[in-house]
């Protein structure tokens, strides 16, 4: 397909979610501004909008950083209807924060009602290793039995922190790709069947 001129790169929309406290913020700083922020406002939700290149081609990244409003289930849903994939974050320094995971996919399934909806668990804080309560085995079983990639990320060193927001972004652009296809199937079927009739 051929780009127009004045066109803007296509627009995927990214969701972080997870617990208070794990890191959903300094992971998005960090690859919005490659810089580590020990100290952003905890209660504070906000947007954010990057243009990158992915696998050669321009496209934008909206992030929706969330931030504990999502206990009004209404706002919840709002936010994760509007997005395209999810990094579904926990601390590997907090099991809490791994258990919670579960309630998010439980949620984000609810309201996008797609199993193959892209996904990624994410485990933060990898920097801190001696003080870890979630192992990669739990972890990586979860991921397994969800049918979604397991990485972990440390926001402080930036390690695998490009990785997570690349891969998702694939997901959904395959997944855009997958739909579209699916529409000029239904599209094809739909002007064959006023051919014949
Ligand atoms: P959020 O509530 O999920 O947005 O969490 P924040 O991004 O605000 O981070 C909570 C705290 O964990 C802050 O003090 C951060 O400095 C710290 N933090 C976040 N990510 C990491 C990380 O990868 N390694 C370490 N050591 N600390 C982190
Ligand atoms: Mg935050």
């Known amino acids: 397909m051929s780009k127009k001129p004045n066109q803007q790169p296509a627009l995927h929309k990214v969701i972080m979610v997870g617990s208070g406290g794990v890191g959903k913020s300094a992971l ?14 905890p209660t504070k939700a906000d947007s954010y909008r990057k243009k990158v290149v992915l696998d050669g081609e321009e496209v934008q990244i909206d992030i929706l950083d969330t931030a504990g409003q999502e206990d009004y289930a209404a706002i919840r849903d709002n936010y994760f209807r509007s997005g395209e994939g ?44 001696e003080k870890r309560k979630v192992s990669l085995a739990e972890s990586s079983a979860r991921a397994q039995q969800w049918g979604v990639p397991y990485v972990e990320t440390s926001a402080k060193t930036r390690d695998n922190v490009d990785k997570v927001f690349f891969d998702l972004l694939r997901k959904i652009v395959a997944q855009k790709a997958a739909e579209n296809s699916v529409e000029k199937k239904e599209d094809t079927a739909a002007k064959n069947c006023c051919v014949i009739m």
Do not use: H, W
Not at 28 to 41: A, G, H, K, R, S
Not at 96 to 102: L, Y
């Open 28 to 41: 998005t700083l960090q690859f919005m501004y490659d810089e580590f922020v020990e100290d952003y406002e």
């Open 86 to 129: 999810f990094l579904c974050v926990f601390s590997i320094t907090e099991d809490e924060s791994f258990q919670a995971t579960q309630e998010f996919r439980d949620q984000i399934l609810r309201v996008k009602n797609d199993e193959n909806i892209p996904f990624l668990l994410v485990g933060n804080k990898s920097d801190l290793d």
